[in-house]
């Protein structure tokens, strides 16, 4: 905690023909080219990074501000969120909804937690049909 930054990212008067540390090229606003992005760009195209490091810096108001350029070239699409949002969540759903006893899918989040089954498993009430999916899923397990 607190450990001292040498590279102060805030100098104000970086030499642009300096290489100072030399790992890293800076570049001015629109000196970048067209090969290179920063996060806010790649993600305007629907780009990640994708795990590559940031290749150069770019800064504006004299260095005050900067940011990471990443190479356009290795980026990678971005995820399908959406979808694999809804994947995972009806995932988390399906176990939610699903009893473990009968194999149904309700159509509403069961008990699992304090009665472990649906209602029909649990103490004989029967289950409107409405209530959960008739159509036989594939996981069906055998009885
Ligand atoms: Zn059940």
């Known amino acids: 905690m607190?450990?001292?930054?040498?590279?102060d990212v805030d100098t104000v008067d970086v030499d642009l023909y300096d290489p100072g540390d030399g790992s890293i090229p800076v570049f001015r606003w629109r000196q970048a080219g067209q090969a290179l992005a920063t996060r806010r760009q790649l993600r305007e195209m629907g780009l990640r990074p994708g795990g590559?490091?940031?290749v150069a810096r770019i800064e504006c108001r004299g260095g005050?501000?900067?940011?990471?350029?990443?190479?356009?070239?290795?980026?990678?699409?971005?995820?399908?969120?959406?979808?694999?949002?809804?994947?995972a969540l009806d995932k988390a759903m399906a176990a939610r909804q699903t009893c473990p006893k009968c194999g149904r899918r309700y159509h509403h989040v069961l008990p699992l937690k304090t009665l472990g089954s649906c209602l029909e498993c649990h103490d004989g009430t029967p289950a409107d049909p409405a209530s959960y999916v008739t159509s036989a899923p594939a996981h069906r397990l055998a009885a």
């Open 2 to 7: 607190g450990a001292p930054q040498h590279e």
């Open 64 to 87: 005050r501000r900067f940011a990471w350029l990443y190479r356009i070239d290795l980026a990678k699409p971005k995820l399908p969120m959406t979808l694999a949002k809804e994947l």
């Open 52 to 54: 590559q490091s940031p």
